[in-house]
């Protein structure tokens, strides 16, 4: 299959990792499979541990439990592995180590004629997101003469705000901007992106997307499992550094955003910024009123029993990190001024599913109400499933046959299974191919991530005084029942789901 791409190599540091065998090479091997890479085109694996190319082919594609080979044939994966070599670094940051990759990466540019065009991934702690970019620039890696370097750094991009400006500097001291590449795998996914097109190629949508007629919106992000024999990891992160300041509010941004004036990557991401601007801030003192934490008890989900996470090993007795966080918050803007928005997240809660929810305004009267009590709370509801099930539901109030008006609600429903037979490529697949592109549309801004985590920082700094008080929920539940009070006042509440998206049952008076 013919392609633009220009060639290069993808240098991924920490390629001896976890991430690098469930994620990175399977999705190269995907975009070789699919004939996306350039023919001259190589993957050069760089960490700490003492591998030659064969070793490093062995454990990554060919003794790798990950690794699908799907359709492809056996010399086909052959080939693939050809593609990887391999480069030990005693140090990520010694001048020796450096000009050693710098040296290999020549030798390659020589051999492959790549062009000198590098991506480097930091698939690395994120101690090291500083350290290496620094050393790249010393051994004039950050740029070339005759090509491009591009730079993709995993989540979490900082600790908080302070500890996100200061790796931003750190970063941009030695790439552009334009050059730097934030991956956050939730933009990956077919159905984040596809509420762009929902919102901006349908005529219908854009005129009842507004506070006159959206009532409330929530996104659902839930998790089955615990946290394993990661606590130590998970206890210095938790629910709210995890997933909301950067998958769920990349969600929401998509759900929130104005119209772009083009459909590019400047467009896109200057109306994600100007969102996150917007966000009513919850100050220190409403944080108790807003923000529900909650943290999980021994219980039973569909995995089966769970111990409660103070009893995962790496994790303190007395700890309060947080392993769910529901939240209830307002846009300051004319589109959605008064409009409640409601986020969740949370493990082992009783599926795993992200979700969103456009709950419309009933009508100014009820007319049927003499005829059916349920017609009095038939929410129009536009339910979006990012995963799994994927796909689109609108609810609304159909009249049940027979004597009178009784109301049902009815699903009109689309799924993504229905609209190809082809494969949907995984999220690292599609965000890879589109750095290779040079297309930065699906990847976080600095100026972006900075303000969502100005957002987020009061909430965690109330949280670390003591403000707030952390609930339990046992494994298995929808989480802590406080979080349902975010909802007084503002509408039916949670919406539970079922493992597929049409599967909830509508109940009417009999």
């Not at 591009?150 to 908080?160: A, N, S």
């Not at 506070?211 to 606590?231: D, L, M």
């Not at 998958?247 to 772009?260: C, K, Y």
Request: proline share 5%; net charge negative.
């Amino acid at each position: 299959m013919p392609n633009n791409l220009d060639p290069h190599v993808l240098v991924i540091f920490g390629a001896s990792g976890d991430l690098a065998q469930r994620k990175l090479v399977p999705a190269v091997f995907d975009l070789f499979r699919g004939g996306y890479l350039p023919k001259n085109f190589a993957l050069l694996g760089a960490s700490r541990t003492d591998f030659t190319d064969e070793a490093f082919r062995d454990k990554v594609v060919f003794n790798n439990e990950h690794f699908d080979q799907k359709d492809a044939t056996d010399e086909q994966v052959k080939e693939f592995s050809e593609m990887l070599f391999y480069q030990d670094l005693a140090s990520y940051d010694s001048e020796k180590d450096i000009k050693a990759l710098a040296a290999r990466l020549k030798k390659l540019d020589k051999e492959l004629k790549v062009g000198q065009n590098y991506i480097f991934y930091l698939s690395t702690p994120p101690k090291l997101y500083s350290t290496i970019p620094a050393a790249l620039a010393k051994a004039g890696l950050n740029e070339t003469k005759e090509g491009w370097a591009r730079l993709i750094v995993e989540k979490p991009f900082g600790y908080d705000e302070e500890s996100a400006v200061k790796l931003n500097r750190d970063i941009q001291t030695h790439f552009e901007e334009n050059s730097i590449y934030r991956i956050d795998h939730y933009l990956g996914k077919e159905t984040v992106q596809n509420l762009l097109v929902t919102r901006f190629a349908n005529g219908f949508f854009e005129p009842l997307w507004n506070r006159n007629y959206v009532q409330s919106v929530q996104i659902t992000a839930s998790e089955t499992v615990g946290v394993g024999s990661r606590g130590g990891y998970y206890d210095e992160s938790g629910a709210m550094r995890d997933m909301v300041q950067n998958h769920l509010l990349q969600v929401l941004a998509h759900v929130a955003m104005e119209p772009p004036i083009r459909a590019d990557a400047h467009s896109i991401r200057n109306e994600k910024l100007k969102l996150f601007q917007s966000l009513r801030p919850i100050t220190r003192k409403d944080v108790k009123n807003q923000v529900i934490r909650g943290q999980y008890t021994a219980g039973v989900t569909e995995k089966g029993k769970e111990i409660a996470y103070r009893d995962a090993p790496g994790v303190p007795d007395d700890s309060k990190t947080e392993t769910y966080v529901g939240m209830k918050f307002f846009i300051d803007n004319w589109r959605w001024a008064g409009v409640p928005f409601f986020v969740r997240t949370g493990k082992c809660l009783p599926l795993k599913l992200t979700e969103v929810v456009i709950t419309f305004k009933n009508p100014p009267q009820a007319i049927f109400s003499e005829y059916d009590d349920y017609a009095m709370s038939c929410d129009n509801q536009l339910i979006i499933r990012i995963q799994p099930d994927e796909g689109m539901a609108l609810e609304f109030g159909m009249k049940v046959p027979g004597e009178g008006f009784r109301v049902k609600n009815v699903d009109m429903d689309f799924f993504y299974r229905d609209l190809t037979k082809n494969d949907v490529p995984a999220a690292y697949t599609r965000l890879l191919l589109d750095c290779m592109k040079g297309e930065p549309t699906l990847y976080a801004r600095g100026d972006s991530v900075e303000a969502a985590w100005a957002f987020i920082d009061p909430i965690l700094e109330a949280w670390k005084n003591d403000e707030v008080p952390i609930y339990s929920y046992p494994a298995g539940s929808w989480g802590p029942l406080q979080a349902d009070a975010l909802w007084i006042g503002e509408g039916a509440g949670w919406r539970n789901p079922t493992a597929t998206l049409t599967d909830k049952k509508h109940y009417t008076k009999q």
